[in-house]
């Protein structure tokens, strides 16, 4: 599920504004990465009290300066939602590389040098979703697709 500062899990109530927006936007992009709720809190709960120990003070009055927004709260629509978790993970060509993109996300989740790199990723997104990889040639035709057996 994706987080906002206005709907985010209990775990993250006793953080200060800036660690739990932080910690929001760290747990968004780890789940749409393919990461289980489980995992993705703690670890960006941990991450965002690091960076707020470490960060600026001009750093974190940057880092708030869209109110309390997360990236979820200006545009619910924008990244994955939990809608793109039971769907495969396309590996196509990119103009910078070769890209690794859910099927029916609005962009891709990484870009990569070479296509070897991108099924690598695709694969270990895909077997954290429990989906499998589809990998398309530089025309955009299927060449193959691979099971990631989980």
């Not at 709907?7 to 936007?25: C, G, M, Q, T």
């Not at 760290?26 to 709960?45: F, L, S, V």
């Not at 499998?132 to 193959?144: C, K, M, P, T």
Request: glycine share 6%; no cysteine; net charge negative.
């Amino acid at each position: 599920m994706p987080w906002s500062m206005k709907d985010y899990p209990a775990s993250l109530k006793n953080l200060e504004k800036p660690a739990r927006k932080k910690a929001i936007d760290i747990a968004n992009a780890m789940i749409d990465e393919g990461y289980g709720e489980g995992r993705a809190i703690p670890i960006a709960t941990s991450k965002a009290k690091e960076w707020a120990e470490n960060a600026s003070t001009d750093e974190i009055d940057d880092f708030l300066t869209h109110d309390d927004e997360t990236e979820r709260d200006a545009d619910p629509s924008s990244g994955s939602g939990p809608e793109l978790m039971n769907k495969p993970e396309h590996v196509i060509k990119h103009k910078k590389g070769w890209a690794v993109k859910a099927e029916g996300a609005k962009r891709v989740s990484e870009i990569k040098d070479t296509k070897k790199e991108a099924i690598e990723r695709a694969k270990e997104i895909a077997a954290h979703k429990g989906t499998e990889v589809i990998v398309h040639l530089a025309d955009g035709s299927v060449q193959r697709k691979i099971k990631t057996g989980s």
